[in-house]
């Protein structure tokens, strides 16, 4: 049996999208460019897609800029945004929270002599909106807060957040990578001047993304070449994939039911396991994640022992998954080091099932129970500020 929990690193291409991407391949490959009929049936399903991306936003088709996907949409809105209005000031907001994508940008203006504030977070995941107020300057040129982190799945208040940013007159960019499509997002009613969106996440293709910028903000491209995007990003457009990702939109989404079978999971470990946490918001969140320490255990033990039962879960967010330094995010909420090393994402999709979850948590139990046994670790076992444990005699 293979059971797939990892949906928030990436998702199962869906067989619509499948069907709807592959005429795009070898019937109508035409470059968006060119001004014949090959060209001409490209640049229809680009003109069709963007209007079902603007659609889902409140914006205008004219406003969507399609992307590589959600790094470069990130690194497009930051970047773009703070050299294009480098007059307005030198100051830049962000959180400590955010996915690697965007605080990579952040750092590289920070080492080209911008200021960066990065706001902290509450146990839950929250940012503090009075915190966000006190920090704007008038230097600040751009807040950009993720709206539902991948790793604990807490959804901000971005609504709130674009009041803010309008009555003070900076520009707001969130990451809704992980939340578009699965929260409703008005970018009008909510203030949002830019935000990020992948394809992959919601069973679409990956290497394919969108940024939303409000029109009449000024960006500037970070691939120079033609004038593709409004000319604001060169390239030939990836048809097949925006296609796809078009349709992985207008697919029925059965959030209820992946909501439910959150719940269900979070509730059923809760109670059948002992010593767990969950982390993150229980009703702010995204309706996939589930996020849970599991006290004197180590995740990549956890994951390890999973994987041969052919369940295949996350231990931080995809990209730092290599690494055994403790999750940015995790630390960010006061975890200790020891409990964050014992934290472990699932993130559902509409294709899992509660047999699915059933099966997983009954591995689940038998596997934190054996690793526990073989663990030094154990209640009172105390840890040096890396998180080294150590006895005391
Ligand atoms: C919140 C968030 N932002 C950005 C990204 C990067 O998106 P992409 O993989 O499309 O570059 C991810 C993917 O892990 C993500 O979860």
């Known amino acids: ?230 000319n604001t990003r060169a390239g030939t457009e990836n048809i097949p994939g925006i296609v796809g990702f078009a349709k992985a939109v207008q697919l029925d989404k059965k959030l209820n039911q992946i909501k439910k079978l959150r719940d269900y999971m979070i509730n059923k470990i809760e109670t059948e396991i002992k010593d767990v946490k969950l982390n993150g918001d229980r009703t702010k969140r995204l309706v996939n994640n589930v996020n849970i320490s599991f006290k004197y255990v180590e995740g990549e033990g956890l994951l390890m022992y999973l994987n041969d039962k052919g369940i295949a879960v996350s231990t931080g967010s995809a990209c730092s998954s290599q690494s055994l330094e403790p999750s940015h995010v995790l630390t960010a909420i006061g975890l200790k080091h020891e409990d964050a090393h014992g934290s472990i994402r699932f993130t559902l999709s509409k294709y899992n099932t509660k047999k699915e979850v059933d099966y997983t948590i009954r591995g689940l139990k038998k596997i934190v129970s054996n690793l526990r046994k073989m663990s030094p670790w154990k209640k009172g076992t105390k840890f040096d500020h890396k998180g080294v444990y150590y006895h005391e005699h």
Do not use: W
């Open 1 to 230: 049996m293979k059971i797939y929990l990892d949906n928030g690193a990436t998702t199962k291409a869906a067989d619509e999208v499948v069907r709807a991407m592959l005429p795009y391949f070898k019937k109508y490959y035409g470059n968006a460019s060119s001004l014949h009929d090959f060209g001409v049936k490209a640049k229809e399903a680009l003109e069709n897609s963007r209007k079902i991306m603007a659609r889902e936003l409140n914006a205008e088709p004219k406003e969507i800029v399609f992307t590589s996907g959600g790094s470069e949409s990130d690194n497009l809105a930051i970047k773009g945004v703070v050299y294009a209005n480098k007059n307005k000031g030198n100051h830049i907001i962000t959180t400590k929270i955010e996915h690697p994508a965007v605080l990579a940008a952040f750092r590289e203006l920070f080492l080209e002599g911008f200021k960066v504030t990065y706001l902290d977070v509450d146990k839950k995941g929250f940012i503090n909106l009075d915190d966000l107020k006190k920090a704007i300057t008038q230097d600040t040129i751009l807040v950009s807060v993720i709206h539902g982190n991948n790793e604990i799945g807490t959804l901000q208040d971005i609504e709130q957040i674009g009041k803010i940013c309008k009555e003070k007159k900076v520009y707001f960019h969130t990451d809704a990578v992980q939340s578009f499509t699965k929260e409703k997002i008005d970018v009008k009613k909510m203030n949002i001047d830019l935000l990020s969106a992948s394809s992959h996440k919601i069973h679409g293709p990956k290497g394919v993304g969108f940024l939303y910028i409000r029109k009449g903000i000024n960006i500037r491209k970070l691939i120079s070449g033609g004038k593709h995007e409004n």
